[in-house]
């Protein structure tokens, strides 16, 4: 685990010299980040009581104080790259459910199986909290760019907090 968050804070990293953003690092560390299914984000992600995943992403620039976040999505598979649309391509902070895979995919996103998320871990979870409780799981990241120190941060939070969840996220 800890090899997989070196490798993704290093590609975050290496958008700098290039001239990128906070938010072009923090959105490409994020999207490593979802694509491991041993973290609980994008491939991973805890189930739904229904036994389905529901993601959430929000990112924010720091440096214009805007910000995008989608929430209720079942079938994007890197929830940080739609909420950056969010941010960039509508007038919108958040949106929620279908209608943000419906603008993510008219942006290019491809929809994908709620299934590729699951993991045996995660089931495992999910039979476990059926038979006897409530499972939290919270993570949530907020990197800053050095070259220009506090004002132009970018920060995400990407959040699947509770297998019993049927509710938007809390704010960032």
């Known amino acids: 685990m800890w090899r997989r968050c070196r490798l ?12 990128a953003s906070a938010l072009d690092a923090v959105t490409e560390a994020v999207r490593l980040l979802e694509e ?16 389905t995943h529901e993601l959430d992403a929000c990112v924010m620039d720091g440096y214009s104080l805007q910000a995008g976040a989608v929430a209720g999505v079942k079938h994007l598979r890197n929830p940080v790259l739609a909420a ?3 941010l960039e391509k509508s007038p919108h902070v958040l949106l929620i459910g279908e209608g943000a895979e ?7 996103m491809a929809r994908v199986d709620n299934d590729l998320f699951s993991t045996p871990e995660r089931l495992l979870q999910l039979q476990e909290a059926k038979a ?3 499972i ?8 800053l760019d050095e070259r220009q120190k506090w004002a132009p941060s970018a920060r995400w939070r990407s959040i699947w907090p509770a297998i019993w969840r049927r509710r938007p996220p809390p704010a960032a």
């Open 132 to 134: 006897g409780g409530e």
């Open 102 to 108: 419906n603008f993510a995919i008219s942006h290019g």
């Open 136 to 143: 939290i799981l919270d993570h949530h990241a907020a990197p």
């Open 8 to 19: 993704s804070s290093k590609a975050g990293r290496k958008c700098w010299p290039r001239g």
């Open 36 to 51: 491991c299914p041993l973290f609980n984000a994008g491939m991973g992600a805890v189930f739904t009581r229904d036994q």
């Open 84 to 86: 950056r649309l969010v």
